[in-house]
């Protein structure tokens, strides 16, 4: 097992010093000519407002925490999965009274709505909706007026 | 000659050399498929793609990554300079190293774990690290939006996937890779999307439930190498690049370089848990080590295509379609093939 | 020294470092990112100690889940990234005796425990654990697996709530 384990030690080595390499490659091939607005931060060939690090929705924060929870329920069911068969529907039922438990809290966050993606509710116009003529209607009689 | 065989028996030597094979692997791929990719866009949409550079432009990755080299590397000054070099490492390692556990063929694996399926999902989480890690490091807006994105969205659908594994885990009884194209070894009828090696009645309650595993799995592989439908995280027309925006040059073939590998890993990934790994359709016909290589890629590629079929074919989906149907559609619909595989299984 | 030692002090220093960094670090965000490292050398012990379904969990859950969780939790919070977290000295003393304390405590427990010496390495069967620890989930720990699962009820519904609470009051 620990061989095996050493391969994938060299797998991460060999992953890193051949990303290493491609740098270096292209070090010793490319130009080096930085000036200040080539370094300057992209956006789209404006001048950047304001930090990118600004605060986030908290919509991201939310998938990550249940992801996390349904992560930590799949752990727990490989090693289960491996060896079920040997013990029959016990074993079976052991694992449907385990998924059942956490059913219910996937049903308690999608009722919820914490599945939901926040997203903006823009309001549409609608056929009661003033119109812009009769907005400068209302604008010219109140001039008159 | 002798001094030879002796360090090629060394364990460490013999480690690094498996652990460079698949890059000699990758590296050629992804000119073919990058190749591949263009003029399949291409001709979906009714043009010609690159022409000049050879005979129908095949030399044009050549001159790309000649062009990619060449490059200034810039690295922005309100950049975090030292996270900002360290994540193409990262992900590039990340996707790397789930080459160890793909089994080639009957007689290469880089490493046989027997964890190795569940070491695949594990591992590329590293890249999500990496990801975010660039897109914060740059500091500039579409990158660090574009991470967070992409992360969120790796992250929604290693759920479904990771369900979509174990199904397969509880009909073959093991993580290791190479065990379970064994499983399926013996011609077409007994891949598991076809029930595997099981007793006939088995089988044929199980196809209906791998099909809808097989879906789930290719729907979330494809969201997870964040391509069109899914790439929302570099949706060009509102986040230019997304978590790569800023790098340049060979910093920028890296992460590319890591896509490409990483769209190989999942059809590869596919091939191994539904359509037999190395396995020959043909039971014994055409089957053995070299045979085994041969399958394994050409069904690999064949899924590649399919994504790419798939990418320049369908529109792009909305952040909060998305979720939907990660949350709401696949997860459940695995759950349920789960407790049915289980019920199958021990009956 | 040979090859296991050598790996193993690799990981010793990556994680003990990275864990430096982390705490000693000015920049929250490179604390962060920091603790990937110390995950990830703690995973290479596990490794080898022959704990290789446990070394890939905590891959998958550290590096994956909590820590992905961190990273958004720092990135979420105003203006914390941009500005350094204080690092400097606050009641020296205080800590100080709290401190020696707990090093005192801890360094007894070690220096008196009779430390369990397994095989070595070399003499471990190839023996893979996740069949083991299956077979132990369906066998001798049935309650704790299903209590684990009303742990995780728990959580999954505490953490709806409390990031409910937390989405109505921002609008961004």
């Known amino acids: 097992m620990l061989t095996d384990f050493g391969s994938i030690l060299a797998f991460l080595l060999v992953g890193a010093i051949f990303t290493a390499g491609g740098l270096i490659a292209s070090w010793l091939l490319r130009p080096q000519r930085p000036y200040a607005q080539k370094l300057s931060t992209y956006e789209c060939g404006e001048e950047p407002i304001g930090s990118p690090r600004v605060r986030f929705n908290i919509r991201f924060y939310v998938v990550a925490l249940i992801f996390l929870v349904f992560e930590v329920e799949v752990v727990f069911l490989f090693p289960w999965a491996l060896v079920f068969k040997s013990f029959g529907l016990f074993a079976f039922l052991e694992m449907v009274v385990f998924l059942a438990i956490l059913v219910v809290g996937y049903a308690y966050v999608w009722v919820k709505g914490d599945l939901e993606w926040d997203k903006p509710m823009p309001r549409y116009t609608t056929a009661d909706d003033k119109t812009i003529t009769t907005i400068f209607e209302e604008q010219e009689e109140s001039v008159l007026h | 000659m002798e001094n030879i065989l002796q360090l090629l028996s060394n364990p460490i030597v013999s480690a690094v050399l498996m652990a460079l094979a698949p890059l000699l692997f990758i590296l050629p791929y992804a000119l073919v498929t990058i190749y591949i990719e263009m003029k399949m866009a291409a001709h979906i949409q009714n043009r010609l793609a690159y022409m000049q550079t050879g005979w129908h432009g095949t030399l044009q990755p050549f001159a790309d990554i000649l062009k990619l080299l060449q490059k200034e590397d810039i690295i922005p000054t309100a950049a975090s300079k030292f996270l900002f070099i360290l994540a193409p490492y990262l992900v590039f390692v990340g996707t790397y190293s789930s080459f160890a556990v793909l089994p080639f063929s009957s007689a290469f694996i880089g490493s046989n774990i027997d964890l190795g399926i569940f070491f695949l999902i594990a591992v590329s989480s590293l890249v999500v690290v990496g990801l975010l890690m660039s897109g914060w490091a740059s500091n500039n807006k579409w990158s660090l939006f574009g991470a967070l994105r992409s992360a969120a969205q790796i992250v929604s659908y290693e759920i479904p996937s990771a369900l979509a594994i174990l199904g397969v885990v509880m009909v073959s009884g093991t993580m290791s890779t190479q065990e379970m194209t064994h499983f399926q070894d013996g011609g077409i009828g007994q891949w598991i999307i076809f029930g595997g090696n099981l007793p006939l009645w088995q089988k044929l309650s ?60 999942v059809s590869a990934v596919v091939v191994i848990l539904f359509f037999g790994g190395w396995t020959s359709p043909f039971g014994t016909f055409l089957s053995g080590p070299v045979w085994g290589a041969f399958w394994f890629v050409t069904k690999g590629m064949l899924f590649v295509c399919l994504n790419i079929w798939l990418r320049w074919t369908l529109p792009r989906l909305r952040v909060d379609q998305l979720m939907y149907v990660s949350w709401k559609v696949l997860t459940p619909f695995a759950l349920l093939c789960v407790l049915a595989i289980g019920l199958i299984v021990v009956m | 020294m040979n090859l296991y030692d050598i790996i193993f002090y690799f990981f010793a220093v990556v994680t003990i470092a990275s864990a430096a960094v982390v705490v000693f670090s000015r920049n929250i965000v490179y604390s962060a990112f920091s603790l990937l490292f110390t995950f990830f050398g703690v995973a290479g012990i596990y490794v080898l100690l022959n704990a ?71 003499e471990v069967t190839s023996q893979t654990t996740s069949k083991e620890i299956g077979t132990a989930l369906i066998t001798t720990h049935v309650l704790p697996f299903e209590i684990a699962s009303v742990i995780l009820l728990v959580a999954i519904v505490g953490a709806a709530m409390m990031a409910r609470r937390e989405r109505s009051n921002t609008n961004i």
């Open chain 2, 206 to 265: 199980l196809i209906p439930f791998m099909i809808i595993l097989f879906l789930i799995y290719l729907v979330s592989s494809m969201a997870e190498v964040n391509r069109t439908p899914f790439d929302i995280p570099e949706a060009e027309s509102e986040l230019v690049q997304g978590y790569n925006t800023e790098y340049s040059g060979m910093k920028f073939a890296i992460f590319y370089l890591a896509e490409y590998a990483n769209l190989f890993l």
């Open chain 3, 52 to 122: 290789d379904f446990l070394a890939i969990t905590q891959l998958l859950v550290y590096v994956g889940g909590i820590l992905v969780l961190i990273l958004f939790g720092v990135m979420l919070t105003t203006n914390v990234v941009s500005v350094e977290i204080k690092t400097g000295t606050m009641q020296t003393l205080p800590a100080t005796i709290i401190v020696a304390l707990l090093a005192g405590l801890l360094g007894g427990i070690v220096w008196t425990t009779d430390w369990f010496v397994g095989k070595r390495l070399s």
